[in-house]
């Protein structure tokens, strides 16, 4: 059975990436395109993992970790960011909302999925 990770970007072209990499290493991909998206999809199906851009409208990726951490569903779903962002404090603030990881764009598709196998077996 694939694992299923969810991918939240605002950005059709990324969306379109990480889809076709994930794709590519054999697992399914749910994607949604902001954190408002991504909890209304959540619950229908189930993600193995998430990974979410920061800066999104409606809802960004920070208060989408704090939702999903609060969620008995995905309180432990393993959730990276991956984004533009590389400042320590922005990191700092992502691991304190509950974020298992960072990757910054722009990235590999083997360190995505190299950082994904970390997580999900």
């Known amino acids: 059975m694939s694992k ?9 072209s990324m969306r379109q990436l990480v889809t076709f990499a994930l794709k590519e290493a054999g697992y399914d991909v749910i994607a949604a395109v902001d954190g408002k998206d991504a909890l209304a999809k959540l619950n229908s199906a189930k993600a193995d993992m998430v990974i979410t851009d920061l800066n999104m409208p ?26 533009t962002e590389s400042q320590e404090s922005k990191k700092q603030e992502g691991k ?18 190299e950082t994904i196998k970390k997580f999900v077996r």
């Not at 920070?62 to 984004?83: D, E, H, N, S």
């Open 96 to 113: 304190t909302a509950g974020a298992s990881g960072w990757i910054v764009k722009p990235f590999t598709p083997a360190l995505l999925i």
């Open 58 to 83: 409606n809802m960004d990726g920070i208060q989408l970790i704090k939702q999903l951490r609060t969620a008995p569903a995905t309180k432990f779903t393993p959730v990276v960011m991956l984004t």
């Open 4 to 12: 299923t990770i969810l991918i939240v970007d605002d950005s059709a």
